[in-house]
């Protein structure tokens, strides 16, 4: 079985511009979650989607969105770039929609913002 | 209020020995998954181990173990026989079972394990 994908792995922007953000969870996971890790505020949960719905969202400004696909495929995408937007994007897929399940991650998309 | 505390910032085991991540949190809901991930300097986030709430045993997964006192609210991680491969970021994290919050995953600060020859 597949594990999570993201792509890309490494992304450059400029402020201001905008950036789309892609995670195929594993087969058959219709839960997608969205994280960012920066070194000044750790992990932070940004958005969760399942069954193409946003079920759950973090304190993030509108400035970060998302969707799912009909195949459990998510984008996240950021607008108006600023340099603090730089960060280790992470998504986690889930079998279920319950609390007693496993999360895996993929290997992330590291951004930086110049 | 923090929810998943990791006091050990930086941990140093030497190679072939056990060691002990600890891990305290805080919740009132009654159901609950505790997670085990290790981050190597690559980024990508492994699930090492998860334990819930009504577990009665403690979880293990080869040469990791978690060290369950639910009265304490404690999920200590415990790697035996370390290598030098251990060496990376450990992140203790928590699911909660109510409806509001779905899948997240609040996270502790982690620590960092450096595994000496």
């Known amino acids: 079985k597949a594990g999570v994908t993201q792509t890309p792995r490494y992304l450059i922007k400029t402020r201001g511009q905008q950036v789309t953000l892609s995670c195929s969870p594993i087969?058959?996971?219709?839960?997608v979650s969205w994280y960012q890790q920066t070194p000044g505020q750790g992990l932070q949960f940004l958005f969760e989607y399942f069954s193409e719905t946003q079920r759950n969202k973090g304190n993030f400004p509108g400035r970060f969105s998302g969707r799912q696909f009909s195949n459990s495929r998510s984008e996240m995408n950021v607008s108006t770039l600023e340099l603090g937007d730089s960060a280790l994007y992470l998504c986690?897929?889930?079998?279920?929609?319950?609390?007693?399940?496993?999360?895996?991650f993929g290997q992330g998309t590291r951004l930086t913002v110049v | 209020a923090q929810k998943i505390t990791q006091t050990q910032p930086g941990m140093f085991v030497q190679e072939k020995e056990a060691v002990t991540l600890d891990c305290t949190y805080d919740?009132?809901?009654?159901?609950?998954?505790l997670f085990w991930y290790k981050q190597p300097s690559s980024g990508e986030m492994i699930f090492l181990i998860y334990q819930g709430s009504y577990d009665q045993q403690n979880a293990t997964e080869g040469r990791y173990s978690l060290n369950f006192q639910k009265a304490r609210k404690s999920a200590n991680l415990v790697i035996s026989a370390s290598q030098l491969g251990d060496s990376a970021m450990y992140f203790c994290a928590m699911r909660e079972a109510q409806e509001t919050s779905g899948s997240r995953l609040t996270f502790g600060e982690g620590t960092q394990l450096t595994v000496n020859p």
């Open positions: 919740t009132s809901d009654p159901s609950y998954g």
């Open positions: 986690a897929s889930s079998d279920l929609k319950s609390w007693n399940t496993e999360a895996f």
């Open positions: 087969s058959g996971h219709r839960s």
